[in-house]
T-cell receptor, first 117, second 110 residues
Framework: GAVVSQHPSWVICKSGTSVKIECRSLDFQATTMFWYRQFPKQSLMLMATSNEGSKATYEQGVEKDKFLINHASLTLSTLTVTSAHPEDSSFYIC?????????????FGNGTRLTVT | GQQLNQSPQSMFIQEGEDVSMNCTSSSIFNTWLWYKQDPGEGPVLLIALYKAGELTSNGRLTAQFGITRKDSFLNISASIPSDVGIYFCAGPNTGNQFYFGTGTSLTVIP
C-alpha cells in the first residue's frame, strides 16, 4: 500500500494567491523528504530537500522565497507556492525513504496537479 | 544536477514482445533505481540495484547495474497492455538526493 500520502491531488488557484501542498509519511518517520516538479512529458526535477527541524536546501534555480518548505514534524512536510503564476502550473510530487540510510529508495506520493489561472 | 540519459525515448511494441531500455550517466552511481509512472500519478519503484554487475528481477522485469557503474538496463519480458507507462531510472548523489533520467515512454499494442 501507499507509504507516502500527498494532499490535495489537484488544485486550481488564481494568479497571485498561495497554495499549500502537504506530504505525509504514513507509517514511518522521515527526517528528510524531497520535493519534485514535473512538467508535461518531462522528467522529474528535484526542487528541494526538506529537512525536519532545519531549513530546506534548494536546487540551483529554485527560488526559496517562492517555494516555501516547512518540515515541522517527522511525518509531515509542506510546500507552499507563494504568489502563484501560470508558469508555476505543474505536477508537484513529494517523496521519502522508509529507511534513513544512504541510497535507500524513495517512495513517492501521488502528486498534486497545480493549475494557476 | 546529474545528467541521466535514457534510451529509447519512446517505444511502440506488440503485446507479448520483450522490451529493453537503458540509462546512462555522466558520473558513477552506487545505486540505480527503476520506476514506472502512470499518467497523473507518482512514480512507483520497480527495482533497486546496489552493486556493479548486479542483476535483479521482479516478475517479468529484470534490471542490471552496469559494470562501469555509469549505466543500467531494464528489460521487460512478454509485455502486456498494463506495462504501458513511462519508465524512469534514478540515481543518488552523495547527499542521497535522487536525480531522474529523461524517461522512456512505452506503448503496448494489443
Amino acid at each position: 500500500g501507499a507509504v507516502v500520502s500527498q494532499h490535495p491531488s489537484w488544485v486550481i488557484c488564481k494568479s497571485g494567491t498561495s497554495v499549500k501542498i502537504e506530504c505525509r509519511s504514513l507509517d514511518f518517520q522521515a527526517t528528510t523528504m524531497f520535493w519534485y516538479r514535473q512538467f508535461p512529458k518531462q522528467s522529474l526535477m528535484l526542487m528541494a530537500t526538506s529537512n525536519e527541524g532545519s531549513k530546506a536546501t534548494y536546487e540551483q534555480g529554485v527560488e526559496k522565497d517562492k517555494f516555501l518548505i516547512n518540515h515541522a514534524s517527522l511525518t509531515l512536510s509542506t510546500l507552499t507556492v507563494t504568489s502563484a503564476h501560470p508558469e508555476d502550473s505543474s505536477f508537484y510530487i513529494c517523496s521519502a525513504s522508509r529507511v534513513s540510510s544512504y541510497n535507500s529508495p524513495l517512495h513517492f506520493g501521488n502528486g498534486t496537479r497545480l493549475t494557476v489561472t | 544536477g546529474q545528467q541521466l540519459n535514457q534510451s529509447p525515448q519512446s517505444m511502440f511494441i506488440q503485446e507479448g514482445e520483450d522490451v529493453s531500455m537503458n540509462c546512462t550517466s555522466s558520473s558513477i552511481f552506487n545505486t540505480w533505481l527503476w520506476y514506472k509512472q502512470d499518467p497523473g500519478e507518482g512514480p512507483v519503484l520497480l527495482i533497486a540495484l546496489y552493486k556493479a554487475g548486479e542483476l535483479t528481477s521482479n516478475g517479468r522485469l529484470t534490471a542490471q547495474f552496469g559494470i562501469t557503474r555509469k549505466d543500467s538496463f531494464l528489460n521487460i519480458s512478454a509485455s502486456i497492455p498494463s506495462d504501458v507507462g513511462i519508465y524512469f531510472c534514478a540515481g543518488p548523489n552523495t547527499g542521497n538526493q535522487f536525480y531522474f533520467g529523461t524517461g522512456t515512454s512505452l506503448t503496448v499494442i494489443p
